[in-house]
């Protein structure tokens, strides 16, 4: 598998523009924390962890829909949010994610993947492996 080194992601995150501003960042726990926490520096806003479980730890499916694993205790009325995820092979965390965020009340949520489809994302590759990932 490839891997991509740390240097080379983070020379992505410093350059990706954002055509929008927002007020919280939501990672999508356990894969998002960590691009979350990077994203965070560089847009100073607040950043909450939405505990979703899908995929085993080889990435392999476990269920028919994501689980949310417990209830969203951040409040997202009429804010906009960045929800973010390292890896989207189908889109069905991310899609599942948003819904939940807007039925919750969020103005406004755009998608964030270090790669694959979301409206910003570093990389859109065959899969690859993170560096900070053992």
Not at 6 to 33: D, H, P, Y
Not at 62 to 82: A, G, M, S
Request: glycine share 4%; hydrophobic share 45%; proline share 4%.
């Amino acid at each position: 598998m490839n891997v991509k080194t740390f240097e080379e992601i983070m020379g992505r995150f410093r350059t990706i523009e954002f055509e929008e501003s927002f007020q919280l960042i939501v990672a999508i726990a356990n894969g998002g924390i960590i691009p979350a926490a990077i994203l965070n520096q560089r847009l100073h806003c607040d950043l909450q962890l939405l505990k979703l479980h899908l995929r085993d730890d080889h990435q392999e499916q476990l269920y028919d829909e994501p689980r949310l694993l417990e209830p969203i205790q951040f409040d997202v009325t009429d804010k906009k949010l960045l929800l973010v995820e390292d890896r989207v092979k189908t889109g069905t965390t991310l899609n599942f994610a948003k819904q939940l965020l807007e039925k919750k009340g969020a103005a406004h949520v755009a998608t964030f993947a270090v790669n694959g489809k979301a409206d910003y994302a570093l990389y859109d590759e065959p899969c690859f492996r993170f560096p900070w990932i053992s």
